[in-house]
């Protein structure tokens, strides 16, 4: 009962931002206009991220859990970049600078530390020794990224979110890190709401909110802070490779496109219509079928990742299964887009 009401307690307050906010987002200029890559129709609001924030950071005090603060500062960081890249469209390196600092907050105020990627190749734990903290930034900066870049079709980051918050909300059930327990809770019932106002669906034909870069930034933090605290320490028992099976499509995608883009001469950060979603889309699938399809896909691997743990499946055999997985995505996706630019596709965002 009391998983269920802090579940249903941030699902509610979301929606109650998300309305509120909504309804303001003109007056604050929180608006994602289409055009260029943009193929939705008319002006949208860039609020659910911002709601999904502004609802935990109002449920987290009640969950009484240690270094709330910290938690909430980190945020607050992020929002903060992210709102103002929503609004005047920043370069990356202010956002990577963002994204590092409120990962030391995690780092020295939480106590959030890679300190080993764990027994990759059969030798032993592998440790980060003193590059823990150089490290632990350069992962989280690429989950956030990776997140950042799925979102470009309706309810697709929103449903990576929601299947990782789950997954390690079981993890952390599982292993009795009742903090992370109820943070995950919240940050489930968070996305849920956003989903609603974002994933097409018989009664939403469009979205009427967008996560926003802020919103993006903010689930990739969270979800990469997570796969850190749920892995790191001596009590815990779920290996850092799984924690990533949770994730591998989205991490799939951002170094697939990153070395295919540099390869192609250009920049890697340089925005095009190669990616996950866009190669769904021009298969034929509607953006609703893209997004549940991914969805589906996303959680097959969550659930390799999580019964790999609980099967007690060797580390090294996770880690070549990943690597496979990934050589085979980047190898499939370059033959998809070879010489293209990517399908020209109604995607929506």
Same mark, same amino acid.
């Given at each position: 009962?009391?998983?269920?009401?802090?579940?249903?307690?941030?699902?509610?307050?979301?929606?109650?931002?998300?309305?509120?906010?909504?309804?303001?987002?003109?007056?604050?200029?929180?608006?994602?206009?289409?055009?260029?890559?943009?193929?939705?129709?008319?002006?949208?609001?860039?609020?659910?991220?911002?709601?999904?924030?502004?609802?935990?950071?109002?449920?987290?005090? &009640?969950?009484?859990?240690?270094?709330?603060?910290?938690?909430?500062?980190?945020?607050?960081?992020?929002?903060?970049?992210?709102?103002?890249? @929503?609004?005047? @469209?920043?370069?990356?390196?202010?956002?990577?600078?963002?994204?590092?600092?409120?990962?030391?907050?995690?780092?020295?105020?939480?106590?959030?530390?890679?300190?080993?990627?764990?027994?990759?190749?059969?030798?032993?734990?592998?440790?980060?020794?003193?590059?823990?903290?150089? &490290?632990?930034? &350069?992962?989280?900066?690429?989950?956030?990224?990776?997140?950042?870049?799925?979102? !470009? /079709?309706?309810?697709? #980051?929103?449903?990576?979110?929601?299947?990782?918050?789950?997954?390690?909300?079981?993890?952390?059930?599982?292993? #009795?890190?009742?903090? =992370?327990?109820?943070?995950?809770?919240?940050?489930?019932?968070?996305?849920?709401?956003?989903?609603?106002?974002?994933?097409?669906?018989?009664?939403?034909?469009?979205?009427?909110?967008?996560?926003?870069?802020?919103?993006?930034?903010?689930?990739?933090?969270?979800?990469?802070? &997570?796969?850190?605290?749920?892995? =790191?320490?001596?009590?815990?028992?779920?290996?850092?490779?799984?924690?990533?099976?949770?994730?591998? /499509?989205?991490?799939?995608?951002?170094?697939?496109?990153?070395?295919?883009?540099?390869?192609?001469? !250009?920049?890697?950060?340089?925005?095009?219509?190669?990616?996950?979603?866009?190669?769904?889309?021009?298969?034929?699938?509607?953006?609703?079928?893209?997004?549940?399809?991914?969805?589906?896909?996303?959680?097959?691997?969550?659930?390799?990742?999580?019964?790999?743990?609980?099967?007690?499946?060797?580390?090294?055999?996770?880690? /070549?299964?990943?690597?496979?997985?990934?050589?085979?995505?980047?190898?499939?996706?370059?033959?998809?887009?070879?010489?293209?630019?990517?399908?020209?596709?109604?995607?929506?965002?």
């Amino acid at each position: 009962m009391i998983s269920l009401s802090i579940t249903l307690a941030a699902f509610a307050a979301t929606l109650l931002v998300l309305w509120v906010l909504i309804h303001f987002a003109p007056a604050l200029k929180l608006l994602d206009h289409p055009g260029g890559r943009k193929d939705h129709v008319g002006a949208t609001p860039v609020v659910g991220g911002l709601s999904i924030a502004v609802a935990f950071i109002f449920v987290l005090p &009640f969950l009484n859990v240690q270094s709330w603060w910290a938690w909430v500062l980190a945020m607050l960081i992020l929002l903060v970049i992210g709102v103002l890249d @929503d609004l005047h @469209d920043l370069s990356p390196l202010p956002k990577f600078v963002a994204q590092a600092c409120a990962t030391m907050v995690m780092f020295y105020f939480a106590n959030v530390k890679l300190l080993t990627v764990g027994n990759l190749i059969g030798f032993g734990p592998i440790g980060m020794w003193i590059f823990a903290p150089a &490290f632990t930034a &350069f992962a989280v900066i690429g989950v956030v990224n990776a997140v950042n870049m799925a979102d !470009g /079709i309706d309810g697709h #980051a929103g449903f990576i979110g929601l299947t990782a918050f789950t997954a390690y909300a079981y993890v952390a059930r599982e292993s #009795a890190l009742w903090d =992370q327990y109820k943070m995950l809770l919240a940050l489930s019932g968070g996305t849920a709401a956003f989903l609603a106002f974002n994933a097409r669906s018989p009664w939403l034909t469009r979205a009427r909110t967008f996560l926003g870069d802020s919103g993006s930034m903010m689930l990739g933090f969270f979800i990469a802070m &997570f796969a850190v605290d749920l892995t =790191q320490g001596a009590e815990r028992t779920f290996p850092a490779i799984c924690a990533l099976w949770v994730v591998v /499509i989205p991490l799939c995608d951002c170094v697939s496109l990153m070395i295919r883009r540099k390869r192609a001469g !250009g920049s890697m950060f340089a925005a095009d219509r190669c990616h996950w979603h866009h190669y769904l889309l021009g298969r034929g699938l509607s953006v609703g079928q893209a997004t549940m399809t991914s969805a589906a896909a996303n959680i097959s691997c969550a659930i390799v990742g999580v019964a790999g743990w609980k099967l007690n499946v060797p580390e090294p055999v996770m880690f /070549i299964g990943f690597v496979g997985l990934f050589v085979g995505y980047h190898l499939h996706m370059s033959r998809a887009f070879r010489g293209a630019q990517g399908p020209t596709v109604a995607a929506g965002t």
